[in-house]
Each structure stands twice: as structure tokens, then as C-alpha cells.
């Protein structure tokens, strides 16, 4: 590789990763308050107006009447006990987000290792027969002869 492509490279993955150390940043709002389960089921009934129930993290958030978000976590066996009492506490805006990935994303997570692996065993296949001639490990070079040698 010459020196001209590994700057390029090199830069595009600099720009990458300031990239996403932006798009981080500037995406992260303001860390919701943490409540315990106690303080999140004393306050339930009076002024929750907004709860999203995360099934897969055991967390809950939510929004109280005066706008402060909340997130609290719960035990791994209690998603149904704090859902119904959710749902007794009539709270207005109640959802449940199970947070299942899509199908394209499973596959791609599924197949990722395994394109990895192989660009890696082609690459040093590459490297170690010289560059260029990475499928080629079947032909023979042609040796060309003078008249004079036998």
C-alpha cells in the first residue's frame, strides 16, 4: 500500500470516529432523575403522567406532571407485578417497549463475524503470496528458457 492510500485511511477513520463522538454528544440530553422502586410506586398515583416500560433492561421511564423525566430500575421477576400496578394507577400515557431488533439487523449482527473472518484469512493470503495473486495458488509461473540452457 503507498503512503498517499494509508493517509486517506488513516484520515477517514479520524473523521469517523470524530464523527461519531459528535453525533454522541450532541444527540445526549439531560441524564433523567433516578428513582428507587419505592419512591417511583409512592409517586404513581399522584403525579406520573408518562411511563415506557424497557422489558429487556428492567428499567422504566418516565415523565412526572412537571415535566422532569424519571427512569427507575426494577428485579428481573417483577415485570408483571410493576405492570399491573402501572396499570391500576391509571396512568395516562402507558407504553411497553419489548425492544426487539429487526430482522435485517439480526442477520447482519449473525453474519458480521464471519465476513470479518474471511476478509482477514483473504487479506493475509495476499500479503504472504506477494499481493495479487491471492486466488491464483494453483498455477505454476512461467520459467522462460534460453536456447542455450537446457
Given at each position: ?27 445526549a ?30 428499567k ?23 405492570t ?67
Amino acid at each position: 500500500m503507498t503512503t498517499r492510500r494509508r493517509t486517506i485511511i488513516a484520515g477517514a477513520a479520524v473523521a469517523l470516529v470524530v464523527a461519531l463522538v459528535l453525533v454522541r454528544v450532541v444527540s445526549a440530553g439531560p441524564e433523567p432523575n433516578s428513582l428507587s422502586l419505592g419512591e417511583f410506586r409512592a409517586r404513581l398515583d399522584t403525579d406520573v403522567t408518562e411511563v415506557v416500560l424497557l422489558d429487556t433492561d428492567h428499567k422504566i421511564e418516565g415523565v412526572f406532571d412537571n415535566g422532569r423525566e424519571f427512569e427507575v430500575r426494577y428485579p428481573a421477576g417483577y415485570t408483571a407485578r410493576i405492570t399491573q400496578q402501572i396499570v391500576d394507577a391509571d396512568v395516562p400515557d402507558f407504553r411497553v417497549d419489548s425492544q426487539q431488533e429487526g430482522e435485517w439487523v439480526s442477520l447482519l449482527l449473525n453474519l458480521l463475524p464471519i465476513l470479518i473472518v474471511v476478509a482477514l484469512v483473504l487479506y493475509f493470503l495476499n500479503r504472504s503470496q506477494g499481493g495479487g495473486r491471492v486466488m491464483s495458488f494453483g498455477k505454476a509461473k512461467t520459467k522462460s528458457f534460453s536456447k542455450d540452457e537446457p
